[in-house]
């Protein structure tokens, strides 16, 4: 079996912001998962701890400030249609100051507060899809 360095899975971090019981969701926008809703992230960089990915990504996403940042899930998210294979390392936090505004429209299309119970539609699938088999009392 040979290994071709350009299939091995990619890390994301996933950030789950909490506000009174809400968390925030995002319409994306873009070649990946656009017009599906999912959670601010992005890609995990080299020598970047999962806490500083959380707090730069969403700065640069939705111009919020972050804290308590801790571990929440870990999915294997592959979109086969794409060809992309991605470690979601989920993570969940307060936010300290701030409110979210889209900061890259090129990427994002629009912002609400939800219940885990009540998320928009159509949702970043199969990031969620695997979160609920994981974590499905979150969901109830």
């Not at 994002?108 to 979160?131: A, G, K, Y």
Request: charged residues 25%.
């Amino acid at each position: 079996m040979s290994h071709d360095e350009s299939k091995r899975p990619k890390v994301g971090v996933a950030v789950v912001i909490w506000q009174g019981g809400k968390i925030l969701m995002l319409k994306r926008h873009g070649s990946h998962g656009a017009g599906t809703w999912s959670i601010p992230g992005g890609h995990l960089e080299y020598e970047e701890s999962w806490e500083a990915c959380a707090k730069r990504e969403v700065m640069e996403e939705v111009g919020i400030n972050i804290t308590n940042i801790r571990f929440f899930a870990a999915t294997n998210d592959i979109f086969a249609d794409e060809g992309k294979h991605f470690i979601s390392i989920w993570v969940e936090c307060d936010l300290v100051s701030g409110e979210p505004k889209i900061m890259e429209p090129h990427k994002i299309l629009d912002l609400q507060w939800c219940t885990l119970q009540d998320l928009p539609v159509p949702l970043f699938e199969p990031c969620w899809r695997n979160l609920r088999a994981i974590r499905p009392e979150l969901f109830q």
